[in-house]
Structure formats: structure tokens, C-alpha cells
């Protein structure tokens, strides 16, 4: 591979969410801001929205982190899971002993109880929800109802749903207009601005040991935001291929053109043709670049 070729110690765009790799740029400080200020504040629910790979799953992980040891967290990765499911891996996240024949209204005594216990301790609990878009109805109104539990003072739990745009719309629905008017605050992720492109290409670089001179000239560095439309996931797909590209040629830099090489790497040229035509015009329009994909 070619971290030894551009004096690297780890792979630099790699698809796996790494905390180490955060860009602290606008949209990611703005959302970490907001969930710190929502769960101090007390709010039983918090939203998140952004597209996919625009770094959800990685400031959840940021979020959980930074809560200090005050905080007991559970995370639910998968939540496509029935009420009962979501009740028993909630309880299982706090430590909660269960039996296999441990129903609905068992659960949720359990749940209450632990929760009420680390309540006396002096400690709150927040849940972080990934891929919230995915929850069944019944199950989010099985986590409003949990979401009423308080003391006199503060929530029993606070939870925090990560999803994409189409946890709005499901939130819009009928059936859940009771949770929705529980929201008090929420975020969106959004795709990094093309100011911005460069500082996060070089960051990622910088952490995975990069320490000389730039390995990406400007143009090379605007066709890959205009390709990935400034989605972090695909920014690191192709920027990955640029490099790969750049080791093969026996580069150290990363021009235009093995930039452009990268963007139509499995694509015809037609059809990296037209991409590139939708996105300029996307740019020209005052629209976010559509990115590379079909």
C-alpha cells in the first residue's frame, strides 16, 4: 500500500467513523455544540439529521466520548428492533440481569427501576440511537413513553436519534406528532463547503502522519469536493483513489488529472462526463455538488 511512499502511519481515508480523524469544521462543532447544550440543558430528545456519509455515526461516537463519568450511555447501533427488542438491549446496555421469559410491561419495570437507581446515584443515562430512520413506529413511541419517566428535577433518560433525512419525514407523520413536539433540539450535518474541502483533506493527512509539503494541488483538491460533493465518505473514496494512483505512478503529488482519474476510476467516461457537467451546474446554481454517483 503506499503509507510507506507518502510517510504515512495509518491509512488517511479510511471508511470506518475514527474520532481521532474529526474534522472540527463548522457543521460538525455546530452539531457536537448542540447535543451538549441540549443534554445539559435537560431535553429528553435530540435529533440529528445529515445524508449518507456525512459523519452521523462518527460524532455520535464523538458525543459519547466527551460525556464525563456522570453519565451512564447505551448505544444502539441496529434499531431495527421491535419494542421489546429495543427494551431488552436498552436493559442489557444498563446492566440490567433479565430472563428469557421477560415480556413488554417486565421490561419496562426493569428499565424504570435501574434507571431510578442511577437517578439516586447522582447519574443520568443517554441513549444514542444510530440509523434512526430505521425505527418502527411503535418502537419510537415506546421510547416517548420512556422518555416520560423524571423525577421531580429531570429526565430518567435522554435519548438521542441520529438518522437521515428521512427521520423528518417519519417524525412528520400522524403517529408520532406527540414525539415530535418533544424535539427541542436538532441539528443537520451538512456537506463540507468547498472552503473548507482542502483544510479537511489536509487534516486527515496530518493526523494519519503526514508532515511534508502538500500532496494535493487546488485543482486537484476542487475536482475531488466537486466529485464527492463534499461528502466526507466519498471525499475519502476518492482521495484514496488519488493516492493509490499517485503510489502506482510512483507520484508524490496529486495533480488534476489523477484527481479526474480517480473521480471516473469504474465509471465510463460518459458518465464521469455528465457527472461532472450536473455538478458544475449544481455549483453554478448555488446547490450543493451532486458527487460522483450514479
Partial sequence: MYLAH????????SLTPDIVFAYQGRAYQEGLNTLLLALDSGEGFVKVTG????????LCRALLARLGDDTVTAYIPNPKLGTQQMLRHLALE???????QNRVPDLYVAVERKLLSLADEGRRVVLCIDEAQALPVSTLESLRLLSNLETGKH?????????QP?????????????????IAFSARLAPIPQRDFGSYLRHRLGVAGWAGPDILSAPACWLLWLGSGGVPRRANALTHKALLL???EGCRHIDAGLAWRAW????????ALRSLFRSTTALLLGRPAAGATP
Fill in 6 to 13: 507518502f510517510g504515512l502511519r495509518e491509512m488517511p481515508f
Fill in 51 to 58: 445524508e449518507v456519509g456525512t459523519g452521523k455515526t462518527l
Fill in 155 to 163: 429526565k430518567l433518560i435522554q435519548i438521542v436519534l441520529f438518522g
Fill in 246 to 248: 499517485a503510489f502506482g
Fill in 166 to 182: 428521512e427521520l423528518d419525514d417519519l417524525l412528520q407523520t400522524r403517529a408520532l406528532r406527540s414525539l415530535a413536539s418533544r
Fill in 264 to 271: 471516473r476510476d469504474g465509471v465510463s467516461l460518459p458518465h
Fill in 94 to 100: 444498563l446492566g440490567v440481569r433479565l430472563r428469557p
